[in-house]
């Protein structure tokens, strides 16, 4: 079946730097998602990317999505303790449409 | 709206008893979700609703594990019966479709089954 990693599963930066995960899917996907879960709280969506090398900004936060439709990254630049926390991406699955979760991303901002 | 409201927020169980999670998912959503997360296995989708009907229960890990959702505004995930290994967070969410739109998630139901 269609599997979603990660990568790193765990980070620890110093408060101020940049921070970037990298999503990678075994299939080609029509978009994919982005949530946030700060520890103890649950996943809220942050982003959906759907064309080929699109690139999306959020304040300090860089989403694109591959040329291939395959991959994804989310760079954090400047990192605050605000922004501690799980980053998941999420691809619809092409037979069934319900999105499969990667990984995790777990963010640690040292501050 | 209120978001998504799942209860009851903990739920501590002895092995062998039946555990009832409770999901109200936002109103106007025809899709809900059950998800649960471990450290292990990280986010697993469980099973999917459309219109209360059940599309999709392959992520459904046992016989012991059965979902409802007798109306638009109300399901359940039970477990019967509980074994520590079910210990989890269960998270419930809706969505207005089941593509190209974002899940809203449940503030999620922490299950320890001792």
Redo the contacts between chains.
């Keep these: 079946g269609q599997q979603v990693m990660q990568i790193p599963q765990y980070q620890h930066v110093q408060e101020g730097e940049d921070f970037t995960t990298y999503c990678n899917s075994s299939t080609t996907l029509s978009n994919i998602q982005w949530y946030k879960q700060r520890p103890g709280g649950h996943p809220v969506f942050l982003i959906q990317l759907v064309k080929s090398g699109e690139v999306k900004k959020q304040k300090r936060l860089t989403f694109q999505f591959g040329e291939a439709k395959k991959n994804s990254s989310l760079h954090i630049t400047a990192t605050q303790t605000t922004d501690v926390g799980t980053y998941f991406c999420a691809g619809p699955d092409s037979g069934t449409y319900k999105y499969i979760f990667g990984t995790g991303t777990r963010l640690k901002v040292l501050a | 709206d209120a978001g998504v409201i799942q209860s009851p927020r903990h739920e501590v169980t002895e092995m062998g008893q039946e555990v009832t999670l409770r999901c109200k998912p936002i109103s106007g959503h025809d899709y809900l ?1 059950w ?1 649960r997360q471990t450290m292990m296995r ?4 469980l099973i ?1 609703f459309n219109n209360n009907v059940p599309i ?1 229960d392959s992520g459904m890990p046992e016989d012991r594990f059965s979902a409802k959702m007798p109306n638009a505004s109300f399901s359940t995930l039970k477990i019967q019966p509980s074994e520590p290994r079910d210990s989890a967070v269960y ?1 419930c ?1 809706s969505s207005e479709g ?3 739109t ?7 139901t922490r299950l320890t089954v001792v």
């Design positions: 979700f998800y990280g986010l697993e989708l999917y999709d998270f969410a089941i593509l190209n974002e899940a809203f998630f449940g503030q999620g």
